[in-house]
């Protein structure tokens, strides 16, 4: 190579680097220069040389855990209610999303990247009411993001498998987590062998599993302040490209941990005129692992009070849920209600309170997320 096409070289080197730092910038501003990127936009659409999820395939553990080159998206997703030794209760979130990009393979670069990785950290103090949060990006280039089977990290936040068990470590300015999570209940395959449809298009599917009940213990810093906690989690891992039918606007997921050791999941696909798309879906886990799938027909979800944030979005953050082939009628309602993230993507995520809706007794708790109401939501 002659010294002018090395110098060439370099130049464009240079400034793909700065390139992607600048674009890597602007998604980190995304929420105060041109308002969130909608979650609905990240999973309708892909190029087409993206992979689709077009039918089921067996899932092998524990090297599914790991990365899927090919597809659009993918996240790692633990949520989990806690409490410490002085009885006080904290939620906690820790996400990992990972947006590939197109014609990745034609970079040839140490500084080229495959993907962008998007970090979300989250603690609800449910006593004091408080909800801290932060976001973070990175690139896979130079090793500052990615995910194997035995480690999914971000910079300096992590996540690594030990055995059948992870460590969480992670945290940002005043909060910090360091939790064993340890299984208590085997995989559940979501959809039809984790082959989860969203839409009647070929490729409105992702592959999807969850871990519904897992045992947590460690510390918890808040304030400075180290705290060791307890209590349970739920793991949600899910990957495809243009997940989502054409007319959705948005999503409300439930993620419940019931007192009699039952787990529950619902999910209902919202149309852009405010019904449940036919592809909502949930599944019931039964104390001994077992589980049945649930069809949209299966259950019913209704709002029952909304919550208007400080820029005049309202949110669902209290539920009726009933699922009459298991006898359960629920109440589901946010611990508190400002548990919004305002970030590069808007919604709501936050720990709930379970009640039986016949007498008000306490029968769980879980998460609730809700995604697409910032970008205008429904007609109620």
Do not use: C
Request: net charge negative; aromatic share 12%; proline share 5%.
């Amino acid at each position: 190579m002659s010294g002018e096409m090395k110098r060439d070289a370099l130049i464009l080197m240079l400034l793909g680097a700065i390139m992607i730092g600048w674009l890597l910038q602007r998604v980190d501003r995304g929420a105060v220069e041109s308002g969130p990127i909608s979650s609905t936009a990240l999973l309708n659409s892909a190029p087409e040389d993206f992979r689709r999820v077009t039918g089921p395939v067996p899932l092998a553990f524990p090297a599914d855990h790991g990365l899927h080159p090919g597809y659009r998206n993918e996240w790692w997703y633990f949520t989990g209610n806690l409490i410490d030794e002085d009885g006080r209760r904290y939620g906690f979130q820790y996400t990992l999303f990972r947006f590939a990009l197109p014609d990745a393979s034609a970079q040839d670069s140490d500084f080229a990247t495959e993907a962008l990785w998007m970090g979300h950290l989250a603690v609800s103090d449910l006593d004091g009411r408080r909800f801290f949060n932060a976001e973070r990006f990175g690139r896979d280039a130079l090793g500052l993001a990615g995910a194997d089977q035995d480690l999914w990290w971000l910079r300096d936040w992590e996540v690594r498998r030990d055995g059948d068990s992870w460590h969480l470590q992670a945290g940002f300015d005043p909060i910090g987590l360091d939790l064993s999570l340890k299984p208590l209940s085997p995989i559940v395959l979501q959809g039809e062998a984790g082959y989860s449809r969203k839409g009647p298009e070929p490729g409105n599917a992702s592959r999807y599993y969850s871990i519904t009940r897992i045992d947590v213990s460690g510390a918890l810093i808040l304030d400075g302040e180290p705290r060791r906690v307890r209590g349970l989690a739920w793991l949600d891992r899910e990957w495809g490209s243009s997940q989502l039918g054409a007319g959705i606007a948005g999503w409300d997921w439930f993620a419940l941990q019931l007192d009699d050791g039952r787990d529950l999941m619902l999910y209902r696909l919202r149309t852009e005129d405010g019904r449940a798309s036919p592809f909502s879906a949930g599944v019931l886990v039964q104390p001994d692992g077992s589980y049945r799938v649930l069809q949209r027909e299966d259950f019913e979800l209704r709002p029952r009070r909304w919550w208007r944030d400080d820029e005049g979005v309202e949110w669902p953050v209290a539920w009726s849920a009933e699922l009459p082939l298991a006898g359960l009628a629920l109440e589901v309602e946010a611990v508190f209600d400002a548990q919004r993230w305002n970030t590069t993507v808007a919604y709501w995520e936050g720990a709930v309170q379970v009640r039986n809706a016949a007498d008000g007794a306490a029968l769980g708790r879980g998460y609730l997320e809700l995604s697409g109401y910032a970008e205008g939501g429904p007609p109620r």
